[in-house]
């Protein structure tokens, strides 16, 4: 190779770790990287086959799933991917957290039937499958998993799963008493500052041996190797002490048994007559893959926890504010954060502050986002795991756990 590629092909390299500029995506890399630590060997190959193609002839370029994490994000403005856009996020017709929760109501959904991302996730996995069974082209396949890497991330983000507010990015709020809003803080400024305070024992690589499953090749010297070194280590307990979600991920990758009662003939006939889409949770369901019923938990988060502070309904918050019930069709992202923590903070008195001990300290407290990036990693691998891990190997591919240990 003449020196010149070579130079080239690092230069590329580094333009895509990610910069400060890039916080949005950030969330992203870290459930894509916390999947591929729990891939299956034979799994991550197949996978990197379909990124690149030749991959495995010559294990080049390096392959890591955090690097195509966020192209979804980056193409759903472009004529060719414009109808992707909606499959960012999902909304019950009605849904108002904290007063209001749905998911979904007597309304059913807003958009259009399947183009959300519940029903992605379950599309791109029935594409996939196509593909193995030679139905599709490499291309197709291949954005069929970029998109689910993207999508699996965007359903365990609380705000992806509420129209409120255009999922929170119409709720202005101050943290550390710089202007941003709900969507921002939740996609990015929460895990911006967790990385600005993480200890520094997370600054160094994990030795060789020191963790029950290895780490350190599956990272790339990025801004938040640290945040993904802490997840797994005092969350999924890969060290020696146990981590606080160690026993509970074991039953992250379960599916409820499908409660046919739920749907009654009335709304079978309606949703046959297309006046609600009442079975759609249904289709996107099935006892190893639902996207629903794990929504439908998550959304929870709107509510309890809450994402959503009461107070925004509320005196004086609720009369600076539009309340429009409209969903935009698209979400605003978060471009300008670079610079958020050193922009002078400013008294904002009609904004709520929420980087307080009640909001963002319960938040960092219970290891809220924490939690999530690994249930998202976990679920992803899973999905991965059962649709890519060659056969011959330990025998339930869907058995993730059997993984871990
Ligand atoms: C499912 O994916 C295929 C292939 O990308 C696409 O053509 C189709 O429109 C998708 N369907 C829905 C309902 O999103
Ligand atoms: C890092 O330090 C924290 C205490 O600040 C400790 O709980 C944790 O176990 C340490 N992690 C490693 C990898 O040594
Ligand atoms: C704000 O809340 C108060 C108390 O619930 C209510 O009286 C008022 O009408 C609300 N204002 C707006 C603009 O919704």
Redesign the pocket.
């Known amino acids: 190779m003449k020196l010149s590629r070579s130079l080239a092909l690092l230069a590329a390299t580094f333009a895509s770790v990610p910069s400060t500029l890039a916080w949005g995506s950030v969330g992203h890399e870290i459930v894509a990287t916390i999947a591929q630590v729990y891939l299956h060997p034979s799994t991550l190959a197949n996978v990197c086959e379909i990124l690149h193609p030749g991959y495995k002839l010559q294990l080049w370029p390096p392959c890591h799933l955090s690097r195509v994490a966020s192209w979804a994000d980056q193409v759903k403005r472009s004529p060719q991917y414009r109808y992707t856009s909606a499959m960012h996020y999902v909304g019950a017709l009605g849904d108002h957290p904290s007063e209001t929760c749905l998911f979904p109501g007597a309304r059913g959904w807003a958009g259009k039937r399947d183009v959300n991302v519940l029903g992605a996730v379950r599309n791109m996995t029935e594409v996939l499958v196509g593909y193995i069974d030679g139905y599709y082209e490499q291309s197709t396949m291949e954005d069929a998993v970029k998109f689910l890497i993207h999508y699996m991330g965007d359903m365990h983000m609380p705000l992806h799963l509420t129209g409120r507010e255009r999922g929170g990015n119409g709720a202005r709020v101050t943290f550390d008493g710089r202007v941003t809003n709900l969507h921002s803080l939740w996609d990015s400024l929460l895990i911006s500052k967790s990385l600005r305070t993480i200890p520094s024992n997370y600054t160094r690589r994990f030795p060789h041996g020191s963790t029950s499953i290895e780490l350190e090749p599956h990272l790339r010297d990025t801004i938040y190797d640290p945040y993904i070194r802490r997840v797994m280590w005092e969350g999924m307990g890969v060290g020696k002490a146990p981590g606080r979600f160690e026993a509970e991920a074991f039953e992250w990758l379960n599916c409820p048994e499908k409660a046919q009662a739920d749907y009654g003939l009335w709304d079978a006939m309606q949703s046959t007559l297309g006046l609600r889409a009442a079975a759609d949770e249904e289709r996107w369901d099935d006892d190893v893959l639902c996207p629903f019923a794990w929504g439908k938990e998550l959304h929870k988060l709107n509510c309890d926890l809450p994402v959503w502070p009461a107070e925004l ?3 004086p918050y ?2 600076t504010r539009i ?1 429009s019930g409209d969903r935009d069709d698209d979400y605003d992202h978060d471009e300008h954060l670079d610079d958020f923590f050193s922009r002078p903070p400013r008294p904002h008195p009609d904004l709520l502050e929420l980087d307080t001990p009640e909001y963002s300290g319960k938040i960092y407290g219970e290891w809220v986002v924490e939690r999530l990036m690994a249930m998202a990693g976990i679920r992803l691998a899973g999905i991965l795991n059962g649709l890519f891990m060659d056969a011959g190997g330990p025998d339930d591919a869907c058995d993730l756990p059997m993984i871990l240990v």
């Open positions: 309904d509320l005196p609720n009369e309340n």
